[in-house]
């Protein structure tokens, strides 16, 4: 599996912009990037996942360096609801098109001030 | 829509005993996962089933771990003479065909 980098813990103030940073650096060429987020207490939630181009849906943006080694997950106004652990996860094909199993790093803990 | 379940979300259970946990999966989808997660660490990946099938199982799951998907809807998890180290949440995604996982909310299991 591909390793992946992330800081331990990024701070933002509510309605300001996080940009949450990810290193992939072996990521093969077809591997999506994908980034879930778990909050406090519940199972981890699908945010957004890309390939090489940015990709925007309603939770946030997903910006992809041209190199593929690195991704920035943005958050355009911070809530405190988006106070939560942040996964970087490139998954491993399981042979076919499919992805199987998530590999879960340590994550980002996000912090939003009032 | 409703999404993934888990039962029960707490289990508080004597070492040495069997517990089992069942996962709900969202109801069109094939594939159903099941992840171990301790305090302070990401969600680590058990076994996954594809309809019936029990595709991959990691080093984690013990022989005294089971799982079965009998009819490729819902999945049991089983943990026989659970032992302290087995303290953990237990999480459960479903798919379909490999595509994004969603979660349920997991069983939190403490092991005394």
């Known amino acids: 599996d591909a390793k992946t980098t992330q800081p331990n813990s990024m701070e933002s103030n509510e309605e300001e912009p996080v940009h949450l940073p990810c290193n992939h650096s072996?990521?093969?060429?077809?591997?999506?990037i994908h980034w879930y987020r778990q909050l406090p207490s519940q199972g981890p939630e699908y945010v957004i996942h890309?390939?090489?181009s940015n990709v925007n849906n309603r939770m946030a943006s997903l910006a992809i360096a041209e190199d593929r080694k690195s991704s920035t997950l943005i958050l355009h106004r911070a809530t405190l609801r988006d106070a939560a652990v942040y996964y970087c996860?490139?998954?491993?094909?399981?042979?076919?098109?499919?992805?199987?199993?998530?590999?879960f790093g340590q994550g980002t803990i996000l912090t939003v001030h009032p | 829509d409703t999404g993934v379940s888990q039962n029960p979300r707490h289990k508080i259970t004597k070492r040495g005993q069997n517990v089992t946990f069942r996962c709900d999966p969202i109801?069109?989808?094939?594939?159903l996962y099941w992840y171990r997660q301790t305090l302070g660490q990401g969600p680590e990946f058990l076994t996954y089933?594809?309809?019936?099938?029990?595709?991959?199982k990691s080093r984690l799951l013990s022989d005294r771990f089971s799982a079965e998907r009998p009819k490729g809807s819902f999945s049991t998890l089983e943990i026989q003479r659970t032992e302290q180290g087995d303290s953990a949440m237990y999480l459960c995604?479903?798919?379909?065909?490999?595509?994004?996982?969603?979660f349920g909310p997991g069983t939190r299991l403490l092991v005394l």
């Open positions: 995604a479903s798919s379909w065909a490999g595509e994004t996982q969603y």
């Open positions: 996860i490139p998954p491993r094909r399981d042979g076919g098109t499919s992805y199987g199993k998530l590999t």
């Open positions: 109801s069109e989808h094939n594939r």
């Open positions: 890309g390939l090489t």
């Open positions: 072996t990521i093969s060429g077809t591997d999506y």
């Open positions: 089933f594809q309809n019936e099938a029990q595709l991959e």
